[in-house]
């Protein structure tokens, strides 16, 4: 519970790359995504929300979904790899 505390410190106010995040904390983004789902659920009743910027092709601008918050590795409009991968952050409910 401790590290899901740091998660919020380091995610309210501002989006970070999943990656980047992992980096971070020292942790795979596979564990890192299933500490994201808990924390998500613990948001709920402390006012706030987890924010995502879905992951986005660069070529043809196809937007995944906000579920998905691993790096999806090629677009299926355009089968480019060429991908952004998507941004979490925490935010007050209701923004």
Do not use: N, Y
């Not at 989006?15 to 808990?38: C, F, N, T, Y």
């Not at 043809?60 to 355009?78: I, S």
């Amino acid at each position: 519970m401790v590290f899901r505390k740091e998660l919020l410190e380091l995610l309210r106010g501002r989006m970070v790359p999943l990656s980047e995040l992992a980096r971070a904390e020292g942790i795979r983004p596979k564990d890192l995504e299933e500490e994201l789902q808990h924390l998500e659920k613990s948001l709920r009743r402390e006012g706030f929300r987890l924010a995502v910027e879905p992951a986005k092709c660069r070529k043809c601008g196809f937007a995944f979904g906000r579920r998905k918050l691993h790096k999806p590795g090629r677009c299926p409009e355009c089968r480019s790899t060429w991908i952004e991968e998507p941004r979490v952050g925490v935010e007050p409910r209701g923004s």
